[in-house]
């Protein structure tokens, strides 16, 4: 599901269709990331370079409780 995530994260960077947040499209390119890094990292520090400190650090905590949710 790496393109749907990857999908989702751009949703949530972009604001279509929900809610504008670079947090949560921070996550969703780390899941993605996770399976796929080939083809998400460049994506993932994009999107890091735009977030401060405690918006990385919140975002990569959703990342790792998501993947920690799914057994990965």
Request: glycine content about 2%.
């Amino acid at each position: 599901h790496v393109f749907a995530q990857h999908d989702l994260a751009y949703m949530h960077l972009n604001g279509e269709g929900l809610p504008q947040n670079a947090v949560q499209a921070y996550k969703w390119l780390k899941i993605a990331s996770f399976q796929r890094p080939d083809l998400m990292t460049k994506h993932l520090i994009s999107v890091s370079k735009t977030l401060n400190k405690e918006e990385l650090d919140e975002a990569e905590k959703l990342a790792d409780a998501w993947l920690n949710s799914q057994k990965i």
